[in-house]
């Protein structure tokens, strides 16, 4: 097939946007792209990972001070220097997700890929939410060591951290349904019902 | 079938969200009720329409105090002048979409209904979005007397008053994704595509 269709899944913390993702893109045979975008990136633009780590998916603060700081302190040779703030950083990551999406069908998680990826007529984007409490649990089940005061706190930071990410680099709202192709609850179904609707959807549209 | 299903559809104004629901509502054999539900508000309370339909969709404010005496001028008898306050007409139409969802499945589009059934464990929530350039063309057809720049107002004063009345009346956030179960761009599948992706979800969901 010489048509790379590209899904891209934003996602409320503990909703199952990543289990969902990880099972649509096995179940279609596509690509799967998460923190593994931090890793090619670094790897493209030749920076070393930290600095895209530290700076995953959060909006442009004073932290690119911090990195180059950090950069010049640890005596790296910055190539780059010139763009060592997060808006470079975030440039580097979105020339690594027009690359991938030009080679592959691919499912992509996070990072604003729908909005880089928008004028891509063979993008579907996806946002998946659940219920409170079903997060809350799911929450646990990976930190079984917090409360679930704590639980609530954590889904709430991460997400208002998300979407300062996402509000700051592109002109859509996180978790706005007119900014994704399709948003679901992924309660309704649950996790593999979630992937096969949404499967149906992908092939439906694409004729696959 | 004794199960009684609800399926609320709010939508941005131009997306096709009225159309889906009818055609939704006449493949699965439901009743559809949009601005129906304000003549039988209005039947069920004594009220005259008039009450109704100027308060239908618009957030709480001054008009409460100019209906009263809108109604005190024309003469009119008022039971229930207690209640006349787009609070109390608020309170009525819920009542009757209550009553609605307790005797037939149904398509109830906007009015906050998904608010109003919110612990009804058989409604499903939608909310269709479009391109704009999509959604302007579908006003364009309704009113053709109109340039694309009236148009386009048209639609982000209709939203905004759509989303004051469903931010005023409930605690959740009008177009946001975690409102509602599924929120669908209609331009992916077209009008008739997306009935049939939602009449799979709701097929699937309740095992029709």
Redesign the interface.
């Given at each position: 097939m010489d048509r790379k269709i590209v899904l891209t899944i934003g996602r409320?913390f503990g909703s199952g946007g990543r289990d969902i993702g990880q099972r649509l893109a096995a179940s279609l045979g596509f690509g799967y792209y998460d923190k593994e975008l931090v890793t090619m990136a670094a790897k493209e633009s030749g920076l070393c990972p930290e600095v895209f780590e530290n700076a995953d998916e959060k909006a442009s603060d004073g932290l690119a001070h911090a990195f180059t700081m950090g950069l010049s302190y640890m005596g790296m040779f910055t190539p780059h220097a010139d763009i060592l703030s997060n808006e470079g950083l975030f440039k580097i990551q979105s020339d690594t997700i027009r690359n991938l999406a030009e080679k592959e069908s691919c499912v992509i998680v996070g990072r604003c890929a729908d909005y880089i990826l928008r004028d891509n007529p063979d993008c579907?984007s996806f946002?998946i939410?659940n219920n409170t409490e079903v997060r809350v649990q799911r929450v646990l089940e990976m930190h079984p060591e917090i409360t679930v005061e704590q639980a609530k706190n954590f889904m709430a930071k991460t997400d208002k951290s998300r979407a300062a990410y996402y509000n700051c680099y592109t002109n859509k709202t996180w978790?706005?349904?007119?900014s994704?192709?399709?948003?679901?609850?992924a309660s309704?179904?649950g996790i593999d019902?979630t992937v096969k609707?949404i499967q149906?959807?992908v092939k439906?549209?694409f004729e696959l």
């Amino acid at each position: 097939m010489d048509r790379k269709i590209v899904l891209t899944i934003g996602r409320q913390f503990g909703s199952g946007g990543r289990d969902i993702g990880q099972r649509l893109a096995a179940s279609l045979g596509f690509g799967y792209y998460d923190k593994e975008l931090v890793t090619m990136a670094a790897k493209e633009s030749g920076l070393c990972p930290e600095v895209f780590e530290n700076a995953d998916e959060k909006a442009s603060d004073g932290l690119a001070h911090a990195f180059t700081m950090g950069l010049s302190y640890m005596g790296m040779f910055t190539p780059h220097a010139d763009i060592l703030s997060n808006e470079g950083l975030f440039k580097i990551q979105s020339d690594t997700i027009r690359n991938l999406a030009e080679k592959e069908s691919c499912v992509i998680v996070g990072r604003c890929a729908d909005y880089i990826l928008r004028d891509n007529p063979d993008c579907l984007s996806f946002f998946i939410h659940n219920n409170t409490e079903v997060r809350v649990q799911r929450v646990l089940e990976m930190h079984p060591e917090i409360t679930v005061e704590q639980a609530k706190n954590f889904m709430a930071k991460t997400d208002k951290s998300r979407a300062a990410y996402y509000n700051c680099y592109t002109n859509k709202t996180w978790g706005n349904a007119a900014s994704y192709h399709l948003s679901i609850n992924a309660s309704v179904l649950g996790i593999d019902g979630t992937v096969k609707y949404i499967q149906h959807l992908v092939k439906t549209k694409f004729e696959l």
